[in-house]
C-alpha cells in the first residue's frame, strides 16, 4: 500500500472527526514547514493561537521555538517540519486524552513516514511520552538521543516550560538542540532506551 502524501494527510485531518476534539476546534492545525525536512519537531497540541492561525507554536512559544532553531541549529523555521500530537485544541489546554491521541496517531505516523526526517525533537512531557511509548517523564529522559526505527528522537523541554522556568530550563533547551544538530551532522552517536 503506498503511504499518504502530506498533502492527503492533510486533506483527510481537516474532515476529521473522530473523537470529542474536533466538536471544540476553529480549525484543525496539522503541521508546517519543509516536506523533506530531516529536522521534525513535534508538540503536545495546539493552543488557542494555533487554533486561530490554524499553525503550530505560533504564539510565545513558538517565537521561542523559532529563536532556538536558529540560534542552535543555524536554520529557519521553514526548514524544519513542525506538527503536534493531536491535532484539534484540547478544551482549555488539558492534556489530550489517550483515545484522543489514538484518533490522530495515523495522522502524526503518516507526517512521519512521509517526511522521513532523521531527528525528531519531541517538545515536553507528553510528546515524549507518546513518541517514545515509555511513562518516564522528561526530565529523565531529556540528555540523550534514543532510537526509533531509522529516526533519532531527542527530547526537549516544551519552550512554555522554559518560559515559566526561565534560565535553567533554557540552558538545558540549548543543549538538547545541539545535541540534536550533532546528531544530525552524524558526530553524536544514538544510543539510550526510555
Not at 53 to 76: H, K, M, T, W, Y
Not at 138 to 156: H, M, Q
Amino acid at each position: 500500500m503506498e503511504s499518504e502524501t502530506l498533502v492527503e494527510l492533510a486533506d483527510r485531518a481537516a474532515s476529521c472527526v473522530a473523537c470529542r476534539l474536533a466538536a471544540g476546534r476553529t480549525t484543525v492545525v496539522f503541521g508546517s514547514g519543509s516536506e523533506t525536512a530531516d529536522l521534525m519537531f513535534v508538540g503536545e497540541g495546539p493552543g488557542r493561537e494555533e487554533d486561530i492561525a490554524g499553525l503550530p507554536f505560533v504564539g510565545r512559544s513558538g517565537r521561542l521555538l523559532d529563536q532556538l532553531i536558529e540560534s542552535e541549529l543555524g536554520l529557519s523555521r521553514t526548514d524544519c517540519y513542525i506538527a503536534n500530537v493531536v491535532k484539534c485544541r484540547p478544551p482549555n489546554n488539558r492534556d489530550p486524552e489517550a483515545d484522543e491521541v489514538a484518533s490522530c496517531r495515523p495522522f502524526l505516523e503518516g507526517q512521519i513516514n512521509s517526511i522521513g526526517p532523521r531527528v525528531i525533537m519531541t517538545l515536553g512531557n507528553f510528546a515524549t511520552r507518546a513518541i517514545l511509548s515509555t511513562n518516564e517523564g522528561i526530565t529523565k529522559l531529556r540528555g540523550r538521543a534514543y532510537p526509533l526505527g531509522a529516526v533519532a528522537v531527542v527530547p526537549t523541554f516544551h519552550p512554555a516550560a522554559a518560559l515559566r522556568g526561565g534560565g535553567e530550563v533554557l540552558a538545558k533547551m540549548r543543549a538538547d538542540f545541539v545535541r540534536a544538530k550533532l546528531t544530525l551532522d552524524g558526530s553524536l552517536p544514538v544510543g539510550g532506551r526510555p
